[in-house]
């Protein structure tokens, strides 16, 4: 008897959703501590554990046949130091402030008449992510805490770890007396391309995952979209850049997780930073990276040929491209043409070319002296992330609950109409 | 040697800007005082007139023969009290906080390692809207007080007012030292769908118009857009209605501006509110509004044939559907099948059932005994307002100067790198 179709689905987690949203705050934070509990539960482990041993063999098995990367088979893996990081992920969510209905303006436009602008939660969130089980908690605690229900549908490979997950954060809702509606699961292409045309029944959907794919949401996706189909960070040497710095903060930047969307990919110097990019440069080929140079680069330091196709190249890997720029203004042309509106760095002692550079410099996220590995929701003290946005509106750069929320106004009266009001009639207490 | 083309003109208002966006708050006032002035100067309004007069002559010739709207051409107008009515709103506007550059959060990562959320402006807005020659005076006002570049491009029938009231803002600009590319005046539709694909160039696109108009814009846009396609509003009268406030809001909801968004369109009431169902009919039919009932309105008061249509039928016009619902879970699905999130109100005495309607209704303004007419950006106190939005992302409902600001993360450091921080090892201030 069971509607099992996506709209019906979305229609549960909607309504489910709804009275999470109206719940007293203590219940938000409730589910949370009991997901956090099922994480710890024995029984609930070894069922976890036996999901993604299926996942992970068949992965390694894929791996063998050169089908699958280290890093994809890295991610999958479910170890008890990761379910413990997540429970202790969830509790720490438990503890921060409720965003739900919280009153962020409120004005009395006349005797009796009292407008409030109120959070709310979006309502239906959707994901789309990568084969990374440990994602699955994450992402509910974020949407539940937030009040809102949640479709996710994460990498085929973790299809098992995945399914194991959710049954388990569905039997911790049932303990607290919530609807398991509130957590959806998708499975497969084909629900994931439904989820994207119920305009109406979806109000957010976030995609993770390769820059194809991330695009290919954007662009079919009648729901709306947040999601980075990009990150291609650059660091600007400064001629005022401290040698030592730089080779420590680039080869951070680079090496610390090459395959993340904030590690750099292209170095920018201007003359006179010379000394700074040899130290750099040096420190990165004793890591293992490839540096490949533009001319001006490559009559300095014995580095690879760099083609124009190296300036607009997210290599997710140890590879670097290096240019030349013709000062802090050729700095900003380079980034403006080539970059991606993630993360953009400046190294420099000089502190009013740092705030040149920070002034003009469009992207989510603008750092002095400091590496772009740093632009991530939980270093930034966010608590967590769904994802970091390179777009400008709603959320930009590393988006954590506040990115789950939106407002309403809502106004109270006693019968007033606006006709009421005007040149020689009444007028409102603000004008 | 002046390029012309639409990306040549974009990237002239960007680069012009950020300059803007980077002045001290005082350029983004005297700007607009500067406006202000202008408008009110005799030479200015002279030449306005003369153009207004032209399109005015040519609107009425239009409408003489059938082809356009009496409202048109009212709105085409540009009377001196509406000229007065300009200046004085660009000096309110200019009178307000300054959003740009505001510090929204701060935090100490770590010693020398300091996080900022910093607001700042989206860049280029691109704005097309109808033929309303005072609606420039206004949207650029708003642009250029959030340090925002603006294209826009009116209703056709205003080509020659808006162009005279674009050379006028230029004049005011270059009055004060700005570059008049900050403001582009697009023409034709060509220019529009070109506007549409600079993904990049232009950063938000504010639609506003027919229904049809903008929901085309919406799905033709590469470039985010904000719009309202739609306002479907409703009225719900409880059973604890008072029946001569209910007469008098939806009298005023429908018939203080019908051709507006946030003009209801259809009541909704439940067994028990007959009196205050009678009582408002009369009023209305009392003031030519034509009344369409469900059958069984019709049976407790004499009014016109509704068919299922009119559930979905946004008239903007003297036309008002009438439909009983099953109690206040009947109107919320009624509402949640056919509104389109806009605003909807409840009429009632009883305290507990306009608290369940607040919070269970998914709209931008949701009203307890006040007219539908109050959902609009100066009404709400918001200075003024460049649209309503229906969406849920950055920004709902009237969207005033806060709506066009986005904001950027500035870490500032000393070297600090993302190795060195984890279990074990260095641990962030905030954790």
Redesign the interface.
């Known amino acids: 008897m069971n509607d099992s179709s996506i709209p019906a689905r979305l229609r549960a987690a909607k309504a489910a959703g ?1 009275a999470l949203s ?1 719940a007293p705050p203590g219940e938000r934070r409730e589910v949370l501590l009991a997901m956090a509990d099922t994480l710890c539960d024995p029984a609930v482990r070894a069922s976890l554990k036996q999901a993604n041993d299926a996942d992970v063999a068949d992965a390694e098995a894929a791996r063998a046949r050169g089908e699958l990367s280290d890093a994809l088979v890295r991610r999958l893996v479910l170890t008890t130091a990761k379910l413990d990081v997540l429970a202790e992920g969830l509790r720490q969510l438990a503890a921060q402030d409720d965003l739900v209905g919280r009153v962020l303006e409120s ?1 009395e ?1 006349d005797d009796g ?1 009292v ?1 409030r602008r109120e959070s709310c939660p ?2 239906v969130l959707g994901i789309v992510f990568e084969a990374r089980p440990d994602a699955v908690p994450q992402i509910v605690g974020l949407a539940l805490r937030t009040g809102n229900a949640i479709a996710l549908k994460g990498g085929r490979e973790a299809t098992r770890s995945n399914a194991a997950m959710v049954d388990a954060l569905h039997g911790a809702l049932e303990r607290v007396g919530l609807d398991p509606a509130l957590v959806a699961l998708l499975e497969g292409r084909a629900e994931v391309s439904e989820l994207l045309e119920q305009q109406g029944l979806v ?2 959907v976030i995609a993770r995952g390769s820059a194809g794919f991330v695009d290919h949401v954007m662009q079919t996706s009648k729901v ?1 979209v ?1 999601g980075h189909a990009e990150g291609l960070c650059h660091i600007f040497l400064h001629g005022s850049a ?1 040698p030592a ?1 730089a080779a ?2 680039v ?3 680079k090496t ?1 997780y090459p395959a993340a969307c904030n590690a750099v990919e292209t170095l920018l110097w201007e003359p006179g930073a010379e000394e700074a990019l040899l130290r750099t440069v040096e420190e990165l080929q004793a890591h293992a990276v490839t540096v490949r140079g533009c001319e001006h680069t490559r009559a300095v330091c014995p580095v690879d040929e760099a083609t124009d196709a190296d300036w607009d190249a997210e290599y997710g890997d140890l590879v670097l491209s290096v240019c030349r720029v013709d000062g802090l203004g050729g700095a900003l042309e380079h980034i403006e043409r080539h970059g991606s509106r993630h993360t953009e760095c400046i ?1 420099a002692a000089d502190q009013s070319a ?1 705030d040149q550079f ?3 410099v ?10 772009t ?4 929701g939980y ?3 966010l608590g967590a992330e769904v994802g970091i946005s390179t ?4 959320a ?3 988006v954590g609950v506040g990115g789950l929320v ?14 009421d ?1 005007g040149p020689g009639k009444r007028s ?1 207490k ?2």
Chains 1, 2 share one sequence.
């Open positions: 709804l109206h004005r436009l008449l407008l979006l309502g109000d957010l709306p947040v401290d710095m420590a903060v080869r951070d930047a610390d190294l740092a920070i002034a003009r469009d992207a989510a996220c603008v750092f002095h002296n400091a590496s590995r740093f632009a991530d270093r930034f003290g777009q400008k509106l709603h930009r750069g590393p939106t407002y309403r106004w809502l106004l109270r009266g006693e019968g007033q109409v606006a006709s009001y409102f603000f004008s």
